[in-house]
């Protein structure tokens, strides 16, 4: 009998993925900025709109504001209405020239856009059947004052950060940013500058990953490469829990002999060693390390990528207090064949076709990040599922991770 330890079994993405979560609790502290400063950070308070918006009826058109009931008629043009000008009130029997944004004049319930009118005389006459109301965007049908513009928990994007200035807002209630050590370990890792001796490579997950990060809109404590030695690497962790919330760390992860971190982390902190039922990405660990979280991700750079985006993206967002951790996924129909699924949930680099369906990179090897590149989001397909060209699969585009 072979003495060979077991291979440990595998855990499936959402059982990690939810205890995971379960170890997180949002960070302390907020703070107020600019709400020109607030792009990618996550909204700590409710955000109330203190005003009616619009904050009066205003004409969505240039034209002429009168009554419905008078349009057969030809009206005088009593007043001329320019965007944020206070009108007097219309009476019966007359029209106003009125402009985009203008508020209605009180008396007044349509506006008629001018291509259907002719003037003649000082006189408006409408050409167009006309219908109560058009034209007119009332008083609070975007925001009504006192209900909730934007609730705690939303990432503000460029549309959010829109939608508070529409209420007025100069400064928001955000979370803090986490501080997060990244560094990677690895003797054939040399920086991209660097001559590349034989048996090296560069180091393209530091630059995927801090970027990445900073997307999350974390605050990135880089820590370079960190030699596969073990007092180094217990050096570098220590440095880091000091610095950090988060340490991040990509390679080093399995039980090779120059795989320095597990027995650094065990030393100097906690360590939960996962095998992930996914590909690729394989290799994953969780554990703490003094007051941070370590999380240890896959040195292949599509594995790392593919690690972060559905397991540390949540992990961050929650840390921050993000309301929606999960990325959307849309059913889309694949352009291809899979006659030899994986037994392992498997995310594949795939992009829109003309047709409207799915095309997949040829190689879907962890070590070609050009299929990441080349790709317009993951295909996840459950472990073992036959599919073929025509079938409905998930497709998660990137805009939903890489972000």
């Not at 440990?8 to 900025?33: I, S």
């Not at 240039?62 to 944020?84: F, M, N, S």
């Not at 394989?282 to 972060?308: C, D, E, M, Q, Y």
């Not at 498997?346 to 990441?372: C, H, I, M, Y």
Request: with cysteine.
């Amino acid at each position: 009998m072979s003495d060979a330890p077991k291979k440990p079994a595998l855990t499936p993405l959402d059982e990690a993925l939810a205890t995971l979560l379960a170890q997180v609790q949002p960070l302390a502290g907020r703070e107020t900025l600019p709400a020109t400063q607030a792009c990618g950070r996550v909204l700590a308070a409710d955000l109330i709109s203190p005003v009616d918006v619009p904050p009066a009826d205003n004409s969505a058109m240039d034209g002429y504001a009168l009554r419905a009931a008078d349009a057969a008629a030809a009206l005088p043009v009593t007043q001329r209405i320019p965007a944020g000008s206070v009108p007097l009130a219309l009476a019966a029997g007359e029209a106003a020239r009125i402009f985009t944004g203008a508020q209605v004049p009180p008396g007044a319930d349509t506006v008629v856009m001018q291509e259907h009118t002719e003037l003649l005389d000082g006189r408006v006459r409408v050409t167009q059947p006309v219908t109560p109301g058009q034209h007119v965007r009332l008083r609070g049908e975007d925001l009504k004052a006192g209900n909730v513009v934007l609730p705690a928990g939303t990432r503000l994007d460029a549309v959010a950060l829109g939608l508070a200035a529409t209420a007025g807002a100069a400064e928001l209630t955000v979370t803090r940013r986490p501080r997060v050590a990244l560094f990677s370990t690895g003797d054939e890792l040399v920086m991209p500058g660097e001559p590349l001796p034989p048996g090296a490579i560069y180091n393209s997950n530091r630059f995927t990953l801090r970027a990445l990060l900073q997307g999350l809109g974390c605050e990135v404590v880089d820590l370079g490469i960190v030699p596969d030695q073990l007092d180094a690497t217990r050096a570098a962790l220590r440095e880091a829990a000091a610095r950090a919330d988060v340490i991040l760390t990509s390679g080093g992860v399995s039980v090779g002999e120059e795989d320095h971190l597990r027995p650094a982390v065990q030393a100097e902190g906690q360590l939960d060693l996962w095998a992930i039922a996914i590909k690729p990405g394989k290799p994953f660990a969780h554990g703490r390390v003094g007051g941070a979280h370590f999380i240890g991700l896959p040195g292949n750079p599509v594995s790392s990528l593919v690690t972060f985006l559905v397991l540390v993206r949540p992990f961050l967002l929650k840390l921050q207090g993000a309301a929606q951790l999960a990325p959307r996924g849309y059913r889309i129909a694949a352009g291809f064949d899979w006659p030899n699924p994986d037994k392992r949930r498997e995310f594949l680099r795939v992009r829109l076709d003309e047709a409207g369906g799915l095309a997949l990179f040829a190689n879907q090897s962890s070590g070609v990040l050009t299929s990441a590149f080349w790709a317009d989001g993951l295909l996840d397909n459950p472990a073992g599922r036959f599919f073929k060209a025509g079938d409905a699969v998930r497709f998660i585009p990137f805009a939903e991770l890489l972000s």
